[in-house]
């Protein structure tokens, strides 16, 4: 709307003539002098009135109509004398700003309180926007970190406030070049000297400047660093892992490459499955931790100790000159594993069998090494345990040997291949057979007969002698029961088969099966049964007694502790070793060995039996000693069950065909 000098309206337009709510066509001075519209609010034409009263140009008025517009007024001079005035609707500004004033509420409540502290920088490399959470997690002052502030200033006041150690601002700066000389955008991580780990992200804006993400990732860092070391280390032991183990191998190998020689050391505990059978999984946890903290004190810094699972353990032993310093190594390793241990109130003593492979010489690669390791492994344990091998070509066709019998050994279980031989048991006394040893024998279909010490060893190894003893067990019975009544069988049962907790009920099904008489079962164990917790087994030994089965103790004379376990069990036989029997004729002290064997036995009213008799003249001397039984060559080979009635009808005639038949080959 133009008003001239005179105050006059000279021109006005529909919009200004709607604003102050009259016609265009009418408008003169004095309706707009008068014009009013009732409300609170005002009314375009009152906003005009002042303008038209205010010497002061170039400003504006703004008000909210009665309908809720906004309308900003504003005058200007014209070169007569007149005044322009310009009316604008300004209702979408004025939301606009509203919108605005609770969107910047809203942001600074999420700075405020997010998890997150935040640092804005703009092209020049200074400070635009922080948050609180910022300078929480930085532990500085919000009165010191202000707008305006360079990027190094603000790392000045966090290395002021200790958070670095030892860092400087120029070290900080360069840790962050190296990242952004590899990274456009994207997160590094950035320890403080509190022992917390802050994730520190990175992210260009569109104007050349950056934003700073920073949050404490302690607890995560520490379940994820957790999470990484169970992975590749032992749950039990702390050791690497096999995992990591191969990596170490891995990075070995490398280095031998430049020059640097190494070893790889395999070993594992001897009769270590025999106290966790007879103490339980706890002791042999304890003990295995035991062994892990003593291979750990046996190396270098720059070794590795790893537990490869079960009892065995290895070892990279790195830079080393020649062979002599791995086996001074070994040689400390077995020494040291041998010692005595304490665990959980028992006092255990095992040793441990080494096996040495030497980098590069044999082999390059980390399946080749362990392989060979494990292959020294085994024939260490082969040549009496307790000792160390190195690696040798020809170990390699052994131990293929071996695992191609392991293969055979599995597959005859599954086509029931073995087979069950007997010897006679000769009653001295009552000059006839008393009974018969029930002896396992494999006729292998290509390897024709394959000898029971070659074999037997295997399946303790692999985990079959508890089946193959109940497989002994159940035939045996089911053949004697066919046999005259006053024959026994005897059956020899391993350590591993007695600690089975199943073993009484073994027992009490191959009697069931086949109906044979507990009383005619004798049960052939050696010391070895009765080592470690032997308190249980002498319970299961006076459990199966007590239902009528025999219990003889094989071997007597060669273990430690025999005239002790005498005490703890009332054995019904003592079996002489027959290398006391055999030695009887020319060696004085076999011979008082004898006798003092017999002797114990007629005090205790144990029954003796001689194993091993060749010759007229063993038995000759065994009778004079007072030996109740015998068995041997000297009455018949093992024979096979179809051949047990021919073998009683042959020893009929007692002693004397047996001493005949002898004179006769002589």
């Known amino acids: ?19 102050i709510g009259c016609s265009s066509q ?40 009665p309908d809720g517009r906004w309308l900003r007024v504003s005058r200007s001079p014209t ?6 005035f310009v009316y604008s609707d300004i209702t979408s500004l004025k939301h606009q700003k509203v919108e605005l004033h609770a969107t910047n509420l809203r942001l600074d409540a999420a700075l405020t309180h997010m998890s997150q502290g935040l640092c804005l920088y703009d092209s020049g490399g200074r400070l635009r926007v922080v948050n609180r959470r910022f300078c929480e997690i930085f532990d500085l002052s919000p009165e010191l970190v202000v707008p305006g502030m360079t ?16 860092q400087t601002v120029p070290d900080l700066l360069a840790e962050r070049e190296n990242f952004l000389l590899h990274n456009e955008s994207g997160n590094y991580l950035q320890s403080l000297s509190d022992g917390r780990v802050v994730s520190i992200g990175h992210r260009p804006t569109s104007d050349g400047g950056w934003l700073n993400s920073c949050e404490d990732v302690t607890e995560q860092h520490r379940a994820q660093s957790q999470i990484a070391f169970m992975a590749r280390h032992d749950d039990l032991t702390r050791l690497p892992n096999r995992s990591l183990f191969a990596e170490r191998i891995e990075r070995a190998i490398a280095e031998a490459g430049r020059g640097a ?25 304890g003990l295995l931790c035991a062994v892990a903290d003593r291979l750990s004190a046996c190396v270098r810094e720059i070794d590795t100790v790893a537990r490869l699972g079960g009892d065995e353990f290895a070892i990279i032993q790195s830079d080393i000159r020649n062979a002599e310093d791995a086996e001074r190594l070994a040689r400390r390793v077995v020494d040291c594993i041998g010692a005595p241990y304490e665990v959980n109130g028992h006092r255990l003593i095992v040793g441990c069998s080494v096996g040495i492979a030497l980098a590069p010489g044999d082999g390059t690669t980390r399946e080749k090494l362990l392989k060979n390791a494990d292959m020294a492994l085994y024939r260490s344990k082969m040549d ?40 006679p048991i000769y009653d001295l006394q009552m000059d006839r057979i008393s009974g018969f040893e029930a002896l396992l024998r494999w006729p292998h279909p290509k390897r024709g007969l394959v000898p029971p010490d070659q074999f037997i060893p295997i399946a303790e190894d692999i985990g079959l002698i508890t089946l193959l003893g109940e497989w002994v067990l159940n035939r045996a019975c089911e053949q004697a029961a066919s046999w005259p009544s006053e024959l026994k069988i005897a059956v020899n049962v391993s350590a591993t088969q007695i600690r089975d907790p199943r073993f009484a009920e073994v027992i009490a099904n191959a009697l069931d099966a086949s109906k044979l008489d507990p009383q005619r079962l004798e049960l052939e164990i050696t010391e070895s049964v009765l080592l470690g917790n032997s308190a249980e ?43 006391f029997v055999r030695d009887a004729i020319a060696t004085k002290g076999s011979k008082l060995i004898v006798r003092a064997i017999t002797g114990l036995g007629k005090s205790l009213g144990i029954t003796t039996t001689a194993e091993g008799v060749e010759t007229i003249e ?35 005639n007692g002693l004397s065909r047996c001493r005949l038949s002898s004179a006769m080959s002589d």
């Not at 406030?161 to 030892?166: E, K």
């Not at 087994?537 to 060669?558: E, P, Q, S, V």
Request: with cysteine; proline share 3%.
């Open 79 to 84: 070169q007569e004398g007149g005044v322009i």
């Open 384 to 423: 009496g345990r307790g000792t160390w091998r190195f690696f040798e070509p020809a170990m390699d066709a052994s131990l293929q040997s071996r695992r191609a019998l392991e293969l055979d050994l599995r597959e005859a279980m599954d086509k029931d291949e073995f087979d069950l031989f007997y010897q």
């Open 1 to 19: 709307m133009l008003l001239d000098a005179n105050g006059q309206i000279a021109l006005i337009n529909s919009r200004a003539s709607e604003f």
């Open 26 to 65: 009418l408008i003169h001075s004095d309706l707009l002098r008068a014009e009013k519209v009732p409300g609170d609010e005002s009314t375009a034409a009152e906003i005009t009135q002042r303008e038209v009263f205010d010497d002061v140009d170039g400003l504006a008025s703004e008000a909210q109509l």
């Open 261 to 285: 020689g190494f070893a790889v050391l395999c070993l594992d505990l001897d009769n270590f499955k025999q106290v966790n059978d007879t103490l339980g999984h706890p002791v042999g946890d």
């Open 151 to 166: 990027f190094e200033e603000v790392l000045g006041l966090s290395v002021a406030a200790g958070n670095h150690g030892r």
């Open 537 to 579: 087994t002498i319970a299961t030994l006076h459990k199966l007694k007590a239902h009528g089965l025999r219990i003889a103790l094989d071997d007597f004379g060669t273990g430690y502790s025999s005239l002790s376990y005498l005490r703890s069990f009332p054995f019904d036989k003592l079996k002489i070793d027959q290398s």
């Open 618 to 652: 063993q038995l000759n001397q065994i009778q004079a000693e007072g030996c109740n039984e015998a068995q041997g060559f000297l009455f018949s080979r093992p024979v096979p069950a179809t051949e047990i009635a021919p073998t009683i009808l042959s020893l009929r």
